[in-house]
């Protein structure tokens, strides 16, 4: 007998958020929703998910959007790829850590299919776009049958491929505020590879200097080196308030890299080894804002 590649499953192709909604809570126990399908498609193969439904999002066409108004920030629809966010100027030019997440991200038939929606929703600790949206405070809003509700990045990841939205919710819109015109960010992806890889240990941060070059605001995020996309608390708090020098700088990178991440060793870099990437990101984004204040 013939070995099966893919489990048998139904595939729905909804065109309105409506009728989709129907869909997902119908099936919302043995469904899966797919955006461009770079992740589904290859787990299904594997057999890591086995849906008997499969509900496509591409063909509602107002979720294919992405606009930026400014004072206000960045709105990404379900279904913008990864190809219309990494070249649109105001992602480039507002949000550079957002732009370097997308734009190291795999390649360019990836890129036009794939989208930000699916890269944080399936979860997995080594997203490229997660860490540069946890530094920016984003906000998913997603709706059900049920209603309505918004949901902060910080409060999204709940452990590897899993995430706090419910089974029958779907994703209607990212929003990503304007960020601090002084702010400085920045997004190392630290792959084994140039190209086609994934993060061995990726670090966005954030900060935003005053005049003196005290920290008025800092955020540092960290993936692939814990079980979910994370914050550094502890190593911003250390932070905030205080005159940004090299030395507090270094305690900072650090704190993060001893105390608030969790890396494993696998075929690709052990942990000690991811630890030092984050260590040495960590510190690189906080100089630049040092040398962008000057």
Not at 193 to 218: F, M, P, Q
Not at 225 to 243: D, I, Q, S
Request: aromatic share 6%; hydrophobic share 40%; with cysteine.
């Amino acid at each position: 007998m013939e070995k099966k590649i893919l489990n048998d499953f139904c595939f729905h192709k909804p065109k309105t958020l409506d009728e989709a909604l129907v869909l997902i809570d119908k099936y919302q126990e043995n469904g899966l929703l797919m955006e461009g399908g770079s992740e589904v498609i290859p787990n299904m193969k594997s057999l890591v998910v086995t849906p008997d439904h499969i509900i496509s999002l591409k063909h509602i066409p107002e979720f294919d959007y992405i606009t930026y108004t400014p004072g206000e920030g960045l709105h990404i629809g379900p279904s913008c790829t990864l190809t219309k966010v990494e070249y649109d100027p105001n992602v480039q030019s507002v949000y550079p850590s957002l732009y370097m997440g997308v734009h190291g991200m795999s390649n360019t038939n990836i890129h036009n299919i794939s989208t930000v929606t699916g890269n944080i929703c399936y979860a997995v600790p080594s997203a490229d776009t997660a860490a540069p949206l946890l530094t920016l405070n984003a906000e998913l809003s997603v709706k059900s049958v049920d209603g309505e509700r918004k949901v902060p990045i910080t409060e999204l990841f709940a452990g590897v491929r899993r995430t706090t939205l419910k089974k029958n919710e779907i994703v209607t819109d990212i929003f990503v505020p304007q960020p601090d015109p002084r702010a400085v960010t920045v997004y190392y992806k630290n792959p084994c590879r140039k190209a086609l890889d994934l993060a061995i240990a990726g670090v966005a941060t954030y900060t935003v200097l005053d005049d003196n070059g005290v920290v008025e605001d800092v955020r540092i995020a960290m993936s692939a080196v814990a079980v979910v996309p994370k914050r550094a608390y502890e190593a911003e708090e250390m932070l905030k308030g205080k005159k940004l020098t090299e030395e507090l700088i270094n305690e900072a990178a650090n704190h993060a890299s001893l105390h608030e991440c969790s890396p494993i060793s696998d075929i690709r870099a052990s942990a000690d080894y991811r630890r030092e990437l984050v260590r040495l990101s960590v510190r690189d984004g906080l100089m630049l804002a040092i040398k962008e204040d000057k």
